[in-house]
């Protein structure tokens, strides 16, 4: 028989889940069962992570040989192929029919007839799943269609790029939206007066901004509007002559301080995770959003499903401020894009705010990162972007910008699907509370690099797309169980006590 060493991880992962099902010890972790039909456990893949030296091997539970959307069961094991912790999130549809009494072309038809959006369909293949509505507290057994395009039909505030529609299989109708895309070596000068050195190719007698060793590429849109333009993004690749505007400097220099953070600090190879073009388009105008409706500033920013889309607006010298500025607020909104390739939060209620929590969690470790004392970190994102010179959110004080920072202050607002932007200020004050945490001699528990990898692991391999925030804690948990593993282990309690502090201070339990 083969050592447990020489085995492959996802034949040994499944052992060891196959143990832990059957063990008494493993107390509330079972195999649903329901209307007497067993769960079973199919894998999705494996991953190494080299920050840990470890491999995670994730498993969808399925019933009937239907996937439980959003269930996941992740089975880490060390380098000798030892289990080191499982991680679970399962689901029990009790009392839904596995027959669904529609088609998928009738899936795809009560999607095209919604008013909402209007979706384009074409290679939208519906996949049926049992789906738990955690809004009405309802399963249904649905059709799910992934990664739809859409652009705006009747739904009013921000359109997203792209959304996941949920089908009922036994009525037809659209029961959810899913919003998949959230919605914040040349020297020149940027935005913000700063001399900076950046990647740039050369093309003849132009020097254009592409980064060929990071792969990140700047264009300009031209004030063109990429809600109603989207199929003209990402514009046109910028280059010198003319001499880089400020907006672009700012834009392609802060999009390759975040690439070589992804690789050096989180080993990670771009958004995408396989070296991938990091894309941003500058002088974005979003008509429907703009300052007065007038079609000539826009501030805001987001991540559209593969690229980044900034806004601008001017200052009062005249001059234009594009919201790529701020290092802060480039790292957030492609954090959106490491999210969207990894677990893939559902932008709604707590897994929404949790999406945008960790955007901002990176943005700041970013922001700060070549300090190394985090008592002199500027915790304010966006400072300076917004016209009256406020910041978008304050990291260590929600409160100070409309946030609650514990969960008895939790809101769910008519609009902002549930109140995303709100609530991620609980989840960024235990984030905060983690990074600040200090041992009794008065040291920092955790150094930037430690804490950006706790929670890189967190977000990309522990949580799922409907994660709550008391997941988000036991993902930080293992995380950082795994990662300190080789202390000794009064210093590893003293961590796993610290991040317990650190969330059960704002309420996460």
């Excluded at 999705?44 to 959307?69: C, D, H, M, W």
């Excluded at 988000?472 to 593993?485: D, G, H, P």
């Amino acid at each position: 028989m083969d050592s447990v060493e020489s085995q492959d991880p996802e034949t040994i992962a499944k052992a060891y889940l196959a143990q832990a099902l059957a063990s008494d010890s493993a107390r509330g972790f079972a195999a649903p069962v329901v209307d007497q039909v067993a769960s079973e456990f199919k894998s999705v893949g494996s991953e190494s992570i080299p920050l840990t030296g470890t491999t995670a091997v994730r498993f969808r539970q399925t019933l009937n040989k239907i996937p439980v959307y959003g269930s996941l069961v992740t089975v880490e094991l060390d380098e000798e192929n030892q289990l080191l912790g499982i991680n679970s999130a399962i689901g029990s549809p009790e009392g839904i029919s596995p027959l669904a009494k529609i088609s998928t072309a009738e899936a795809v038809r009560a999607v095209a007839q919604h008013r909402d959006y209007k979706a384009a369909l074409e290679n939208i293949v519906p996949r049926l799943n049992y789906f738990y509505d955690v809004a009405k507290g309802k399963w249904h057994l649905a059709f799910i269609l992934e990664d739809v395009p859409v652009v705006r039909g009747t739904a009013k505030g921000r359109v997203p790029v792209k959304v996941d529609y949920v089908v009922d299989a036994q009525k037809g109708k659209v029961i959810a939206i899913l919003p998949r895309t959230p919605t914040v070596a040349a020297t020149a000068v940027d935005c913000l007066g700063v001399s900076r050195t950046f990647g740039v190719e050369q093309s003849g007698g132009s020097k254009v901004l592409r980064d060929t060793l990071l792969n990140v590429q700047t264009f300009d849109f031209k004030k063109k509007d990429p809600e109603t333009q989207f199929n003209l993004l990402p514009g046109t690749l910028i280059k010198n002559p003319p001499a880089f505007s400020p907006s672009a400097v700012s834009a392609h220099a802060n999009a390759s301080d975040v690439s070589q953070f992804m690789r050096t600090t989180l080993m990670r190879n771009n958004i995408d995770g396989v070296g991938g073009a990091m894309v941003s388009s500058i002088n974005c105008i979003q008509v429907s959003e703009s300052v007065g409706g007038l079609g000539k500033e826009w501030i805001n920013a987001f991540w559209d499903g593969t690229q980044m889309v900034y806004g601008l607006r001017f200052k009062s010298d005249g001059t234009a401020l594009s919201l790529a500025a701020d290092l802060d607020v480039v790292a957030h909104e492609m954090t959106h894009g490491v999210t969207d390739r990894s677990s893939r939060l559902e932008y709604r209620l707590q897994s929404g705010a949790l999406n945008e929590s960790y955007s901002d969690i990176f943005g700041v470790i970013v922001n700060n990162f070549r300090k190394p004392d985090q008592s002199t970190w500027n915790w304010e994102i966006g400072a300076g972007l917004l016209p009256n010179g406020s910041p978008f959110r304050d990291f260590s004080n929600p409160p100070a910008r409309g946030q609650p920072d514990h969960m008895r202050d939790f809101v769910v607002t008519p609009r902002d699907h549930g109140g995303v932007h709100t609530n991620s200020g609980i989840h960024n004050k235990a984030a905060h509370n983690v990074l600040v945490s200090k041992t009794a001699s008065g040291a920092f528990v955790f150094t930037p690099r430690e804490a950006a990898v706790i929670f890189y692991l967190a977000l990309t391999q522990q949580l799922r797309p409907t994660s709550q925030f008391v997941d988000s804690r036991n993902a930080v948990l293992q995380s950082a169980r795994t990662f300190f593993r080789a202390l000794p282990p009064a210093q590893l309690a003293g961590r796993i006590t610290a991040i317990g502090d650190a969330y059960s201070a704002v309420g996460i339990t």
